[in-house]
């Protein structure tokens, strides 16, 4: 079925660095999403994008988070400043509908 | 606060029996109510969903029973196989907006030969 691939699949960074996270969704998708899930706990949703724009944010989506999709090439989750509790798996996710969601593999953060 | 519990975390059962996952909610305005799956090493994937409009939803061996009243919906597997062997979410999402998921922890699924 469908793939939605995201590189890398761990990355390791200090606290304070900036990081960026990449994901390529499915190619004719419209829809972009990403959602958190610390260790333990459920998968939370972050954010939602259609259309160039960011369509809604949760609490969780703080001021040093970003989205964007250059150019319909990688849809990218940045944080800038990182802190210890962004420590989680982050899981991309991508819909033609805002329906049936595609999900990546999850890149797996881990802040020192 | 949970908006969405599923129970149990864990669930064994022997191969061919029917395997219960069971979930419930707490906002009214939930109205698309999905199950995913995931096996080890692999991403979520959707299995199956149901609207309120229905109270029940079958694809092959696996069925959706949904009670409004109660604000519960369950995921039974018939007939399950050892390949079933996997972790299932249960989610809901609000009308308009069913792309943002609020998901449950999961029930981690064991199917014994």
């Known amino acids: 079925g469908p793939k939605v691939l995201q590189i890398p699949s761990h990355q390791i960074i200090d606290m304070g660095q900036m990081v960026t996270l990449n994901c390529d969704p499915v190619?004719?998708?419209?829809?972009f999403y990403w959602y958190k899930q610390i260790l333990g706990q459920q998968m939370e949703f972050l954010v939602n994008f259609y259309n160039g724009k960011v369509m809604e944010k949760s609490k969780l989506f703080k001021d040093q988070f970003s989205v964007e999709r250059p150019d319909g090439s990688y849809f990218t989750l940045k944080i800038q400043p990182t802190a210890l509790e962004d420590s989680a798996v982050y899981f991309c996710a991508s819909s033609l509908d805002n329906e049936r969601l595609f999900f990546g593999h999850g890149t797996k953060l881990s802040v020192l | 606060q949970q908006q969405v519990r599923q129970s149990p975390q864990s669930l064994t059962v022997w191969e061919g029996e029917t395997a219960i996952l069971n979930c419930s909610y707490e906002d009214s305005t939930f109205d698309y109510f999905p199950w995913y799956h995931q096996f080890p090493g692999e991403s979520p994937a959707l299995l199956i969903a149901i609207r309120p409009v229905s109270n029940k939803k079958e694809d092959g061996r696996f069925t959706i029973f949904f009670n409004k009243r109660e604000k519960k919906f369950s995921l039974h597997i018939a007939d399950s196989q050892p390949g079933d062997s996997a972790t299932y979410f249960c989610a809901a999402s609000a009308r308009g907006n069913t792309g943002k998921l609020i998901f449950g922890l999961g029930t981690t699924l064991q199917v014994q030969p």
């Open positions: 190619s004719n998708h419209l829809y």
